[in-house]
């Protein structure tokens, strides 16, 4: 009986530390119990198994049940693994293409809410759209595998069109604009190194006349991750990092511990109250963290990240291939939807909230309601004036989606960063008036 006494004051220690709830709101992270975040849970939850396990074979009979904690443990790695297989990965990200598994066809109801059950103190629930996504015999989403484009499209998932209908995605509304065969090379989670690659081997062989690579501001300028480690412990940490996302926060432990407290309160929820921002009345937004990172930074800093040098070498990389094989190419920027709505919701925001926000993640970043305005434009005057001095063409999307959303309805989701299908047709209009011009060049 003491030894078990003992094993609860071993553990109490770690479960009465909670994590940094507003932290993991604030950046979109899974909260259990309202206290923990998923890497906490799991690691306090190891260390009682790991203690228990340590108590029992503590006895005359060691070796037996050493054994049994072995044959237990064992038993435990093959299900994860089991159970990690089971849920299939459609998308393939290598360090060299990106694709989806081919012939694929799924159907399901998209919901605009908050994604985990912990969210923001303050949070609606949108509007559900039906969404039907298929892959041609190559894995794009395409409705066939053309044997010869006039266009090829390149980028990640704003040109996928994540969260959109097969029919109301940009590049399937600009085919129907122009008339022409367009065919989308865009693959979720890509980086312009998967365009590159994706461009020279599928998209090429198709012979188009005109290449349009869209650029997502935030998350096409970080440097890409090694989708392919070599070291034993790397492969591992890929696997349980793969566990843990795909599989115990979204289909387990939240829909079973998440909702646990969800509807109280947790320190510093106060920073979030000016949220959502709203916009004629009928639009609304939450901004993670995430949107505001390159805005927390001078160009100075932007130019010299990895992710800056390895992103504008694809590009030119990119430049290339298209002008030895004689194609026309277009650079298009999609900015964020905290740009995009910032100068019409500023009188809204609540700066000591914000930056409260902010010191969450960048706790000894000194910035202000100020810098951030003039921060925000950075990264589209950095790649505008770089593609200029190598002769390349670019076109920002910026006005057009700020324009519209003043005037227009909503056009990005109300909590993911991506465009709904009223964006995309924005979209599809804005990028129609820039390339009319080359259509007419190529009749």
Partial sequence: MKKYVFLLLLNIPLWLQSSNVAYLVATGRCVLLNRYSVDKFLFNMSFFVFSLACFFVISPHWKKRCLQVAIFSSSLAICCFAIYWIFPQNRTLSN????????????????????????????????????????????????????????????????????????HIWPALLAQKTQQKIYNLGISGAHPTHYYENLKRFGIPLKPKIVICMLYELNDFKKMRNYEPQKITHKILYFVRGL????????????????IGSKSSFPQEEIFSWMPVTINTNQHYFFPIQEYRYALFSKDVFIQTPGWKQVSHQLVKIQDLCKKHHIQLLYVLAPSKVRT????????????????????????????????????????????????????????LTKDLRRETSKSGQLYFTYDVHWNSLGHSVVSDAIFKKIRPLLEDNK
């Fill in 96 to 167: 060299t293409i990106a694709y989806y598994q081919p012939n694929l066809k799924v159907s399901y109801t998209f919901s605009d809410a908050p994604f985990y059950k912990r969210s923001y103190p303050t949070a609606i629930v949108g509007e559900n759209s039906q969404v039907n996504f298929a892959t041609d015999p190559r894995g794009f989403r395409n409705k066939q595998a053309l044997e010869k484009a006039d266009i090829v499209v390149i980028g990640d998932s704003f040109t996928e069109g994540v969260f959109v209908d097969d029919d």
């Fill in 244 to 259: 843990k996302m795909k599989i115990l926060s979204s289909l387990l432990l939240d829909p079973l511990l998440g909702g």
């Fill in 341 to 396: 709505t910032f100068p019409i919701v500023q009188s809204q925001y609540n700066e000591k909230s914000l930056l409260k926000m902010l010191a969450l993640q960048f706790p000894k970043l000194a910035i202000n309601l100020e810098k951030i305005q003039k921060n925000f434009d950075n990264i589209e005057e950095t790649l505008g004036l770089f593609l200029k001095e190598k002769g390349g063409s670019f076109y920002s």
